[in-house]
């Protein structure tokens, strides 16, 4: 019985010690991995936006805080007063692997310029031709809202032997639209308040004079 007592203590410690030992790794690459999925992000949204002079990003109002929500405005100049494209995520859990999540390009007019991937649990090979450049191009120019695969009535030729791949990156690019309507208006905020700082700015210096 003694032994047994001893047995049940011992694991009992060791099953603590690794807990803490989880506990503060976690607490210690957390910040750095958020750091990474940021500039990941950042970076896709750039790609995705071809020729922009500026990149602001938003939150997403239902999710603040959380960078892999976070929508991007494209502008044409540096004054920001011109809105060209947006960037913004889009999810689908309906992939082979799992959820693949996009970072999807979009004009004004809600048109597809092109995506990335942030992130896909496709199985090596054909599903994961969903990121190559032919694959891409097929989106390009498509009306974002209701784009579909042909074998569902729309325009997309899928993925040989992946059909439920394009069918994913199909719903993560709608989800991408929707994810927008509420977002735009974080957007329009955004740039609100960067002209008002920039008119703070102005008065300042002006009085000043």
Known sequence: MKKILQLILSLTLISAVCAAVLAIVNNATKERIASLDKLKAEKAARDVMP???????????????????KAFVGYADEA???VVAYAVPGISTKGYGGDIRLMVGLTPERTVISYQKLAAGETPGLGAKLSTPEFIARFKDQPAAGVAVTKDGGKIEALTSATITSRAVCDAINDAVKRLEPELGMLLLVQRRLL???????VAFLLRL
């Open 80 to 82: 920001k007063t011109k």
């Open 51 to 69: 020729g922009v002079a500026v990149v602001v990003a938003c939150e997403d109002p239902e999710a603040p805080g959380d960078e892999s929500l």
């Open 196 to 202: 008002e700082d920039g008119r703070d700015l102005l």
